[in-house]
């Protein structure tokens, strides 16, 4: 899966924390319903390309409050993120002790994954108490159980997908899962494997929960080109 979504581009962006705005064509991806929100804009559908326009997360003016029903979803345990197992409450109830804000809580809970599960490709792990109990995996694995703490101490949280900048000896986007927590005003991304809270501006969310598998279709041929991008002064 590495190795086919792996998408090289023309420009080196440097690091990606530093980079204010980003503006990429995207071809291979014509037909695909890539999100809108107010760090990705889809700004021209042109023949069989896209201008996605890209910025680093932050707190939005307005609020969007989650619906009664999408709270209960995002706060629902399941086999894989056993959010009510005793384990992973006590977890997380120790690591965020009696902090009450929730963004300061995530942050906690981003925090202990990026720095306690051992970043791996060898670990196949299918549920958040397995990560919990062998500390070890990838940004799948870190997600994971990062989604499980969140909901066991009240926080909705949902995983989502799509590919992320890197230079792995030369510049390309590659697949990568983060999250999204609700913080009662809007989603913010938190990427546990980076340990971003308020993602940089190379995530380009292809996916919004771990059913939605609709972005495979891109593999192999998404293309990603440049248009430019802005440093932060």
């Not at 680093?56 to 959010?83: E, F, G, N, V």
């Not at 870190?142 to 799509?162: D, K, N, Q, S």
């Not at 992320?164 to 546990?192: C, K, R």
């Amino acid at each position: 899966m590495m190795e086919a979504s792996s998408i090289k581009v023309d420009q080196d962006l440097g690091d990606p924390e530093k980079i204010a705005s980003l503006t990429l064509r995207i071809s291979g991806a014509s037909n695909f319903p890539l999100a809108n929100s107010h760090r990705q804009r889809v700004r021209s559908r042109f023949w069989r390309t896209v201008t996605l326009e890209l910025s680093p997360d932050r707190r939005t003016d307005r609020p969007m409050p989650l619906t009664p029903a999408d709270r209960k979803k995002h706060l629902k345990a399941t086999p894989t993120i056993q959010s009510d197992h005793e384990a992973l409450r006590a977890r997380a109830r120790q690591i965020v002790e009696e902090e009450q804000d929730v963004l300061q809580k995530a942050t906690r809970l981003s925090k202990w994954a990026y720095a306690n599960v051992r970043q791996t490709m060898a670990s196949n792990t299918s549920s958040a108490l397995d990560v919990l109990n062998n500390r070890a995996g990838d940004c799948t694995e870190v997600t994971l159980l990062f989604i499980a703490l969140a909901r066991a101490v009240g926080i909705p949280a949902r995983e989502v997908g799509g590919v992320m900048y890197a230079n792995e000896g030369q510049p390309l986007f590659g697949w990568h899962a983060w999250a999204e927590i609700h913080d009662g005003h809007q989603w913010v991304s938190v990427d546990p494997t980076w340990n971003q809270v308020y993602v940089d501006a190379t995530h380009i969310k292809l996916s919004e929960d771990t059913n939605d598998w609709g972005w495979v279709n891109l593999l192999g041929r998404m293309r990603i080109t440049v248009v430019k991008f802005a440093i932060k002064k």
